[in-house]
């Protein structure tokens, strides 16, 4: 079974207020990533956040993790129209040979101009 | 960041034939590169793992004889869809792993469409 869960599936925002996405998993993680996707392109790596770590950010960007409840929250601020894509939470069970990303099935987030 | 190059990034071929994907880093040595399959408004879907200069790993339930996956370097990963049937269409997606950090950058992915 897939291991990450987005909520919601799809949000839709005005410019200029805040995204906030989560991310639900079942196992434990090495790290977790957030993925952007624009339609019909590849993914951009937005930000990986460890198992150790509660809190990362990047720009307008904040990534939270509660590993205690197996959860992460991608926060967007001052949303843009180009904010509009699709962003997935991906997790990692653990380092070494065994490495690889499982993904969640995706937010859709529509900002309207 | 990282950048992950994928050729061709669409493609049209005729059911029964071949076609090979090549995915390179083009900044960084990658020695574990992994390929992804994605349908229309669907998550990805992991396909297999590429470990340079040994066998790939493949996920359950994908056939490792359809989809040959070959990663001849540090930089080169391909992957061939042999014997493509229309079910075989889809957005196929590579991505290669920072060995030191674990993130992982993704190729702009490639159209496969089997007429």
């Known amino acids: 079974s897939q291991q990450g869960e987005e909520d919601p599936q799809a949000l839709s925002i005005q410019e200029g207020e805040n995204a906030t996405m989560n991310c639900s998993y079942k196992?434990?993680?090495?790290?977790l990533q957030w993925y952007r996707q624009n339609s019909g392109r590849g993914l951009v790596h937005l930000i990986l956040?460890?198992?150790?770590?509660r809190e990362k950010h990047s720009g307008r960007l904040r990534v939270t993790l509660d590993t205690s409840k197996k959860s992460s929250s991608l926060l967007i601020t001052a949303s843009r129209a180009a904010d509009t894509a699709s962003y997935f939470c991906?997790?990692?069970?653990?380092?070494?040979?065994?490495?690889?990303?499982?993904f969640g099935k995706g937010t859709l987030l529509t900002v309207n101009p | 960041g990282a950048v992950v190059s994928q050729h061709p990034s669409w493609v049209i071929c005729k059911s029964g034939t071949s076609v090979k994907i090549e995915c390179r880093s083009l900044?960084?040595?990658?020695?574990?590169m992994f390929w992804y399959r994605q349908f229309p408004k669907q998550s990805l879907m992991l396909m297999a793992t590429?470990?340079?200069?040994?066998?790939?790993?493949?996920e359950q339930g994908v056939e490792k004889d359809k989809f040959l996956i070959n990663h001849a370097s540090l930089t080169l990963s391909t992957l061939t869809v042999t014997s493509a049937h229309p079910e075989d269409s889809s957005f196929y997606i590579c991505?290669?792993?920072?060995?030191?950090?674990?993130?992982?950058?993704f190729g702009p992915g490639t159209r496969l469409t089997v007429t």
């Open positions: 991505s290669a792993r920072v060995t030191q950090t674990y993130e992982q950058y």
């Open positions: 991906a997790t990692a069970r653990s380092g070494g040979s065994n490495y690889k990303l499982t």
């Open positions: 900044d960084f040595q990658a020695t574990t």
């Open positions: 956040i460890r198992s150790n770590e």
């Open positions: 196992t434990s993680i090495n790290n």
């Open positions: 590429s470990n340079e200069g040994s066998k790939a790993t493949y």
